[in-house]
């Protein structure tokens, strides 16, 4: 395999992608929002109620029609803790995968339909690299970013968290081994599952925006988890998340090796 022509074209995507503002603006602002005002107003929301018992009276509606087990590890807590966790720990964990989601694929989206827009599409039939390293190189330059943002995330979120919640908690309260598992098992393959879509999706069509627009319904699994922890259908544990994470990085290996089997450089030209 050819490194420095592979490291070559991921920084070559890298680059093109912190030039774009349009690309940018969205994946600082996303993550922001997620890892920090979110947060920070859960954790302080206790505080900013005049009336606890009857305002909070809804959330004891909500925590009865939760499972079992998640009603066990809450019992510890008075009701204005187990909000603090049940939303920072529990419902917002789902949301998490939607941050490396949104970072894969929007720069997965631009890795061939981007190269059509700029008129730089020709120049990938010249390079040295073959066609395997070449879809090698558009995963990667897609899913280090997004790995990358995962895990300052992460570190963000809990400081963010544990910080507002002090006052109330007491106590060093976030992460727990479940949040352990989605960052460093879950997140990875999410990303890998945007990637794999939107570069298979990004080779066939014209555009950034096409692709974008069609790869999207990548995060309409994400959405269902979301909708299933808080109607209390399921909630998100440390075995949950481990045999997500295995469902899903056997999809991204299928999702590969469709890739690796399709994927000829000749047929971007042909097609933009």
Same mark, same amino acid.
């Given at each position: 395999? /050819?490194?420095?022509?592979?490291? =070559?074209? @991921?920084? /070559?995507?890298?680059? =093109?992608?912190?030039?774009? /503002? ?13 890892? %920090? ?10 505080? !900013? %109620? ?11 509606? $909500? ?18 803790? +187990? ?14 995968? %939607?941050?490396?989601? *949104?970072? +894969? ?6 890795? $061939?339909?981007?190269? /059509? ?12 690299? +073959? ?37 109330? *908690?007491?106590? @060093? ?21 945007? !990637?794999?879509? *939107?570069?298979?999706?990004? +080779? ?9 627009? #069609? ?6 699994? @994400? ?10 259908? *399921? ?12 469902? #899903? ?13 399709? $994927? ?9």
């Amino acid at each position: 395999m /050819k490194k420095r022509a592979l490291q =070559a074209m @991921i920084r /070559k995507d890298l680059t =093109a992608v912190i030039r774009s /503002k349009g690309l940018m603006i969205p994946m600082i602002i996303v993550p922001l929002i997620f890892f %920090i005002l979110i947060p920070v107003l859960t954790s302080l929301a206790p505080n !900013l %109620i005049n009336i606890p018992g009857a305002n909070l009276a809804e959330f004891e509606t $909500f925590l009865e029609r939760m499972p079992g087990g998640l009603q066990e590890i809450l019992a510890p807590y008075n009701l204005e803790q +187990s909000v603090i966790v049940m939303m920072v720990v529990y419902v917002f964990a789902p949301m998490f995968l %939607i941050v490396p989601l *949104m970072v +894969s694929s929007v720069i997965a989206a631009d890795s $061939f339909a981007g190269e /059509k827009e700029r008129g730089t599409i020709e120049a990938l039939l010249y390079t040295p690299l +073959s066609d395997l390293e070449l879809f090698l190189a558009k995963l990667l330059a897609a899913w280090i970013p997004a790995l990358l943002v995962s895990l300052a995330g992460f570190v963000i979120y809990t400081l963010a968290a544990n910080l507002a919640g002090w006052r109330i *908690m007491g106590e @060093i309260f976030f992460p727990n081994w479940m949040w352990v598992g989605l960052v460093f098992w879950v997140s990875p393959a999410v990303a890998g599952l945007g !990637l794999s879509t *939107m570069v298979l999706v990004s +080779s066939r069509v014209k555009g950034f925006q096409e692709a974008n627009q #069609i790869g999207g319904v990548v995060v309409l699994p @994400i959405l269902l988890l979301v909708i299933g922890q808080t109607t209390g259908v *399921m909630y998100f544990n440390l075995s949950l998340v481990l045999l997500l994470g295995l469902l #899903i990085w056997v999809v991204d290996a299928v999702l590969f090796w469709i890739g690796v089997r399709t $994927f000829a450089r000749e047929r971007l030209v042909v097609g933009s």
